[in-house]
């Protein structure tokens, strides 16, 4: 892997690549007919003195003993943002009020509200290029990174590169402490064969913990209607696990919701989703499903394990 965060500028972006749309995607028939529109494209963005102070910082911070900030998230932000019961009424405030608005509506307010504490992760999935999509007219300049595991697939990777082509955002990668090859000499060999929650902690959430501190509010790809524990998603609220507002523009569209716009608006994707992969992850933990599955069940197939632990709210 040759990419890292904290690269320098990026030159001018080159043109759009228009995607077409295989007769195997995963739409609805109302969407195949839409013709994409034209997209303005900012120019690159490079990442401003706060944002490369604020890496150079999260090295650096305090951790336990499982390597995760003392201090974490908004609380650790300058200045930092702490969960007052007055703090939490206003978000619980904000969040009814947003019930009705559009994603669009939700990430402008974010926006309005948050930045430049403003920031979102993303592993590239339809959802994620929704709100990319979004944000390069409404926010081009928030920040945005993707945990880089060292086992995405290549598609993933390319995905990101399309990005920064299609809307001129470099989305940055947070690496976790140990390349591939030391985690596995490390571990005996490949630890999602044999230990996947404990893998996903120290390539995933360990990285989370420390890319999600000094930010004050995030943007979230979750729908409701994925799983029992994103149905309970407020619009706005605390995300108690990682100590700051996490904001879901999405919360209320469904699966057709999102790749309708994707086709609308001929947002790029995952070229596997179009080989029965509903959902993607790490490569070696990923599989195709078949007719009637569950769209996650490709996902740690063989494990008692559906979530990377990331949304969930333990
Ligand atoms: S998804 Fe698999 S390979 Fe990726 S971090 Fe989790 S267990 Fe490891």
Redesign the pocket.
């Known amino acids: 892997m040759s990419i890292r965060m904290n690269e320098p500028a990026v030159t001018n972006p080159s043109s759009v690549t228009p995607q077409s749309s295989s007769a195997s995607s995963p739409r609805d028939d109302s969407a195949a007919d839409a013709q994409p529109s034209s997209v303005a494209k900012p120019s690159l963005r490079v990442l401003s003195p706060a944002e490369i102070a604020h890496n150079e910082a999260a090295k650096g911070t305090d951790v336990d003993s499982q390597g995760i900030p003392n201090v974490r998230g908004a609380l650790a932000a300058d200045p930092p943002l702490h969960p007052t019961e007055e703090f939490l009424a206003e978000l619980k405030r904000e969040s009814d009020a947003l019930e009705s608005a559009t994603p669009q509506e939700i990430l402008k307010w974010a926006a309005d509200r948050f930045a430049p504490k403003f920031t979102m992760a993303t592993a590239f999935g339809p959802e994620g290029m929704t709100i990319l999509h979004m944000l390069s007219t409404i926010a081009p300049e928030t920040p945005v990174f993707n945990l880089e ?1 060292g ?1 995405q697939f290549k598609e993933t990777l390319e995905l990101r590169e399309r990005v920064k082509e299609r809307y001129g955002i470099e989305v940055q990668y947070k690496y976790p402490d140990t390349t591939v090859e030391e985690f596995e000499a490390e571990h005996g060999g490949p ?2 064969k044999t230990d ?1 929650n404990r ?2 902690f120290e ?2 959430l360990r990285v989370l913990h420390r890319a999600a501190s000094g930010w004050h509010a995030w943007a979230s790809a979750i729908r409701r209607d994925q799983s029992e524990d994103r149905a309970k998603a407020p619009i706005v609220g605390w995300d108690k696990k990682f100590q700051l507002v996490k904001i879901s523009p999405l919360a209320n569209w469904t699966k057709k919701d999102v790749w309708s716009l994707i086709f609308k608006e001929n947002i790029p994707y995952n070229p596997l989703h179009d080989q029965g992969y509903p959902s993607i ?2 490569q ?2 990923t599989r195709p499903v078949q007719l009637g599955e569950d769209e996650r069940a490709g996902r ?1 197939s063989g494990f008692q394990k559906t979530e ?1 632990g990331l949304h969930t709210s333990d």
């Open positions: 595991t086992y630890l999602y996947p893998c996903c390539r995933k992850g790490c070696a933990c740690w990377c």
